[in-house]
Each structure stands twice: as C-alpha cells, then as structure tokens.
C-alpha cells in the first residue's frame, strides 16, 4: 500500500502563487509514475501534470508555463508550484501514484482562487 497526504492548498488572489506538497508513505518502492489531478465543482477529474521515473514531466495545456511539477526523492515528497494562479484553477487537487499498475490517490487539498 502507498498513503499519500496532500498539503498547502488555501485561499489567493489571482496572479498570487500556492505551492502543493505531497508526502508519499508506505511501498513507496516500484512507483514510477506520479502526478497531480484537479477536480472543480461539478466537473470531472483533469490531469494537471505528470512526471515519471526518469523525470520527465508533462503538462495540461492550461497550466504549461504556470505551474512546475517536481519531486524530493529524498523526502518522498512531491510538489506543484503554481504560479500566476487564476479563479479557473479553483479545484481540488489530487495526489496521484501509480505502484505496479495499481492507481493511489490522496485525500485532496481545496485551492480557491478569488478574483
């Protein structure tokens, strides 16, 4: 099993910034794929950006140039910076891990952008 815990979600103006952690426990061991989705009020779940084993990462088209996916092996930690936020980006946001073919997902942290 792999936990994963979101945090640093809240509230901002538009064009501030948030940065998203997630903190991975458990067989964190063989995860080669991780990512952050977002869900806004009646909408279905988006990927937002992905990065896998060897780096590289991927982005929605709404977010290219704004938001920056990363990770601290280290720290079984990964993070989403996101920048120049706008009231659209308003979601819950989704801590995603893919272990062996087996899909994890986090509790979710609320992003609210005001405008």
């Known amino acids: 099993q792999v936990q994963l815990v979101e945090s640093g979600g809240g509230l901002v103006q538009a064009g501030g910034s948030l940065r998203l952690s997630c903190a991975a426990s458990g067989n964190i061991a063989g995860i080669t794929f991780m990512g952050w989705y977002r869900q806004a009020p009646e909408k279905q779940r988006e990927l937002v950006a992905t990065?896998?084993?060897?780096?590289?990462?991927n982005y929605a088209d709404s977010v290219k140039g704004r938001f920056a996916i990363s990770r601290d092996n280290a720290k079984n930690t990964l993070y989403l910076q996101m920048n120049n936020l706008k009231p659209e980006d308003t979601a819950v946001y989704y801590c995603?891990?893919?272990?062996?073919?087996?899909?994890?997902w986090g509790q979710g942290t609320h992003v609210t952008v005001s405008s």
């Open positions: 990065i896998i084993g060897d780096g590289n990462t």
């Open positions: 995603n891990a893919v272990r062996f073919l087996q899909n994890y």
